[in-house]
């Protein structure tokens, strides 16, 4: 869990790019004077549509006195989080505050200024992840959408029962051509030219680069007796290299779109997505993260992101998000449920702002070793849980 404390006065409200890239479980702590520059309705919107909690500490005025006041609070907050691994961070042109950071480093707590000029370059690292993200759903939409269009175009092969030739099809629509890979993209209104590069799915032949041939065009074939069918291998060896490439890239980025089948747990994601809201990517991309881990979520996030994904939408009052939700919590972890810790959670949703009262709280419920065990799996989430709405 990472603090940020804002030096409001310093960095005016260049402050509000954390919301963009920090965690739902991160304190933003922003400390002001009456000196601090005014915001505009613009920032003042964007901090009433976001989701994180953000905590505001006027100062009294002073020489440096936010300054002293901030520092002091960064002490209170070590103190309240001594048993964590937690990072404290300063917000701040003001290089000043080095000292700070140089003193607590050198005690193995981690402390670190982040001016506005590095907040800026991890915003616009941020900004283009999120557009690679939308260009790679918007290439997995384009090829699934292509090979549905295919798969929805049937070959028509119509059997010529006049003819008892005992050629092969290959032989009979050469016409004399000793060339059979000629015969075969042919009759498909290919040339050489256009067969660079050919990719085959469930039966249907499409050419992708620039050119569609008709794949709806009749082709003749010959009555073959049983002894003249060529064995597989045959088969195989004379299909043209170029039919025969796939693009194992495109299948596998496909999969994830075009299969009704996930290999996840849909009703538990689906929950997850309900309760948290569907245009909150940010805190469902942690929640998947922390409860299936890092491979397994980017798979799931790749594939709920997109906006042919079937969401089972379902509303839930705020009591039953915290039931579904804290469920599945403990259904992965294999931890077991208590059965009333919804009920603990909600009398106790004032304190999950506070880690510590928090754990002394779960602690004096549940006894030291269960007790720890639930602070410990729901300690990433106690703040998610704590800002459900009905």
Same mark, same amino acid.
């Not at 002293?68 to 290089?95: H, P």
């Not at 290439?139 to 030739?165: A, C, D, G, R």
């Not at 993260?289 to 594939?303: E, L, N, W």
């Given at each position: +869990?990472?603090?940020?404390?804002?030096?409001?006065?310093?960095?005016?409200?260049?402050?509000? +790019?954390?919301?963009?890239?920090?965690?739902?479980?991160?304190?933003?702590?922003?400390?002001?004077?009456?000196?601090?520059?005014? +915001?505009?309705?613009? &920032?003042?919107?964007?901090?009433?549509?976001?989701?994180?909690?953000?905590?505001?500490?006027?100062?009294?005025?002073?020489?440096?006195?936010?300054?002293?006041?901030?520092?002091? %609070?960064?002490?209170?907050?070590?103190?309240?989080?001594?048993?964590?691994?937690?990072?404290?961070?300063?917000?701040?042109?003001?290089?000043?505050?080095?000292?700070?950071?140089?003193?607590?480093?050198?005690?193995?707590?981690?402390?670190?200024?982040?001016?506005?000029?590095?907040?800026?370059?991890?915003?616009?690292?941020?900004?283009?992840?999120?557009?690679?993200?939308?260009?790679?759903?918007?290439?997995?939409?384009?090829?699934?959408? /292509?090979?549905?269009?295919? $798969?929805?175009?049937?070959?028509?092969?119509?059997?010529?029962?006049?003819?008892?030739?005992?050629?092969?099809?290959?032989?009979?629509?050469?016409?004399?051509?000793?060339?059979?890979?000629? =015969?075969?993209?042919?009759?498909?209104?290919?040339?050489?030219?256009?067969? &660079?590069?050919?990719?085959?799915?469930?039966?249907?032949?499409?050419?992708?680069?620039?050119?569609?041939?008709?794949?709806?065009?009749?082709?003749?074939?010959? &009555?073959?007796?049983?002894?003249?069918?060529?064995?597989?291998?045959? &088969?195989?060896?004379?299909?043209? =290299?170029?039919?025969?490439?796939?693009?194992?890239?495109?299948?596998?980025?496909?999969?994830?779109?075009?299969?009704?089948?996930?290999?996840?747990?849909?009703?538990?994601?689906?929950?997850?997505?309900?309760?948290?809201?569907?245009?909150?990517?940010? =805190?469902?991309?942690?929640?998947?993260?922390?409860?299936?881990?890092?491979?397994?979520?980017?798979?799931?996030?790749?594939?709920?992101?997109?906006?042919? %994904?079937?969401?089972?939408?379902?509303?839930?009052?705020?009591?039953?998000? +915290? $039931?579904?939700?804290?469920?599945?919590?403990?259904?992965?972890? /294999?931890?077991?449920?208590?059965?009333?810790?919804?009920?603990?959670?909600?009398?106790?949703?004032?304190?999950?702002?506070?880690?510590?009262?928090?754990?002394?709280?779960?602690? $004096?419920?549940?006894?030291?070793?269960?007790?720890?065990?639930?602070?410990?799996?729901?300690?990433?989430?106690?703040?998610?849980?704590? =800002?459900?709405?009905?």
């Amino acid at each position: +869990m990472r603090h940020y404390l804002v030096d409001s006065e310093n960095v005016n409200d260049n402050w509000l +790019m954390l919301l963009e890239f920090t965690e739902m479980t991160d304190d933003i702590i922003v400390f002001y004077t009456d000196k601090s520059p005014h +915001m505009s309705y613009t &920032s003042l919107v964007r901090i009433v549509e976001q989701t994180h909690q953000i905590q505001f500490k006027k100062c009294y005025t002073g020489p440096n006195g936010l300054d002293f006041q901030l520092v002091s %609070y960064l002490g209170y907050l070590m103190c309240d989080n001594q048993d964590s691994d937690d990072e404290f961070i300063i917000m701040s042109n003001d290089n000043g505050f080095d000292c700070v950071v140089k003193f607590w480093n050198n005690r193995n707590i981690t402390v670190k200024r982040l001016d506005v000029a590095h907040c800026k370059q991890l915003y616009d690292q941020f900004l283009f992840s999120k557009q690679q993200d939308r260009t790679d759903l918007e290439q997995n939409e384009s090829i699934s959408n /292509e090979l549905e269009q295919v $798969k929805s175009e049937p070959i028509n092969l119509e059997l010529n029962n006049s003819n008892t030739s005992t050629k092969s099809p290959v032989e009979s629509s050469t016409h004399g051509s000793k060339d059979p890979e000629c =015969a075969c993209f042919g009759e498909l209104g290919l040339n050489k030219a256009s067969r &660079s590069r050919i990719y085959t799915d469930a039966g249907a032949i499409k050419q992708v680069n620039g050119f569609e041939p008709n794949l709806s065009l009749s082709i003749p074939i010959t &009555s073959v007796p049983a002894q003249s069918v060529p064995s597989e291998k045959k &088969s195989t060896e004379s299909v043209p =290299a170029e039919i025969k490439t796939v693009d194992q890239k495109l299948i596998v980025r496909n999969t994830d779109l075009s299969n009704n089948k996930y290999d996840f747990n849909k009703e538990q994601v689906d929950t997850f997505i309900n309760c948290l809201g569907r245009n909150n990517l940010t =805190a469902i991309h942690e929640t998947l993260m922390r409860v299936y881990g890092q491979p397994h979520a980017s798979q799931i996030y790749k594939v709920i992101k997109s906006k042919t %994904y079937p969401l089972n939408v379902k509303t839930y009052k705020r009591k039953d998000k +915290m $039931k579904r939700f804290s469920d599945i919590i403990f259904e992965n972890a /294999e931890v077991e449920n208590p059965g009333d810790f919804v009920e603990f959670l909600d009398r106790n949703k004032d304190k999950t702002k506070n880690l510590n009262s928090m754990r002394a709280a779960v602690i $004096k419920e549940y006894g030291n070793e269960r007790g720890m065990k639930y602070y410990t799996l729901f300690k990433p989430h106690f703040k998610v849980i704590s =800002a459900f709405k009905d």
